[in-house]
T-cell receptor, first 114, second 112 residues
Framework: EAGVAQSPRYKIIEKRQSVAFWCNPISGHATLYWYQQILGQGPKLLIQFQNNGVVDDSQLPKDRFSAERLKGVDSTLKIQPAKLEDSAVYLCASSVGTVGQPQHFGDGTRLSIL | KQEVTQIPAALSVPEGENLVLNCSFTDSAIYNLQWFRQDPGKGLTSLLLIQSSQREQTSGRLNASLDKSSGRSTLYIAASQPGDSATYLC???????????FGQGTRLTINP
């Protein structure tokens, strides 16, 4: 089966600019996750979708980050305006269900803010 | 609030050695614990998943144990190989929650 697809792989922008990331989960996976991984740290959950509804966005900086999952399939994560501290790898993952189900990760988008 | 800690942050060993990576978590009320591998520039690959009712899981040269009462898990790698070089992350799902909470990882280097 095809894995989780993310694009772009790399993005370099200047602070205060906007950027968007795209994720296509594994077919049939109802749950989609966006994680932020800062260099040297473990991933931190930003937002979790169940189909096209938000389950958990408690750690999403809502003043600058937004995410949507239209039609319950692919998803976009947007940052506007970007800050220097947003430099990180943004990972998308998907799972069949929710609690206890293995999560499958994409290769991520590496974002550098100048 | 669940917190996950991995020690050491980095480990370098010669090829062929057996080694143990450690993971500790503060809240023992977990649903499951997973060990992941992350290669440079790549996403995470799940290695082993241990449900809260289990004590250990094995896959090939890897063995993961879970002691909920003490809030600890170990990942044992037998007969290490240079291809095992990567960052290893553990993560837990707490009861009543759905998200993975990760440790900061252990960067493992196996020297030929």
């Amino acid at each position: 089966e095809a894995g989780v697809a993310q694009s772009p792989r790399y993005k370099i922008i200047e602070k205060r600019q906007s950027v968007a990331f795209w994720c296509n989960p594994i077919s049939g996976h109802a749950t989609l996750y966006w994680y932020q991984q800062i260099l040297g740290q473990g991933p931190k959950l930003l937002i979790q979708f169940q189909n096209n509804g938000v389950v958990d966005d408690s750690q999403l900086p809502k003043d600058r980050f937004s995410a949507e999952r239209l039609k319950g399939v692919d998803s976009t994560l947007k940052i506007q305006p970007a800050k220097l501290e947003d430099s990180a790898v943004y990972l998308c993952a998907s799972s069949v269900g929710t609690v206890g189900q293995p999560q499958h990760f994409g290769d991520g988008t590496r974002l550098s803010i100048l | 609030k669940q917190e996950v800690t991995q020690i050491p942050a980095a480990l370098s060993v010669p090829e062929g050695e057996n080694l143990v990576l450690n993971c500790s978590f503060t809240d023992s009320a977990i649903y499951n614990l997973q060990w992941f591998r992350q290669d440079p520039g790549k996403g995470l690959t799940s290695l082993l998943l241990i449900q809260s009712s289990q004590r250990e899981q094995t896959s090939g040269r890897l063995n993961a144990s879970l002691d909920k009462s003490s809030g600890r898990s170990t990942l044992y790698i037998a007969a290490s190989q240079p291809g095992d070089s990567a960052t290893y992350l553990c993560a837990v799902v707490s009861q009543g929650a759905q998200k993975l909470v990760f440790g900061q990882g252990t960067r493992l280097t196996i020297n030929p």
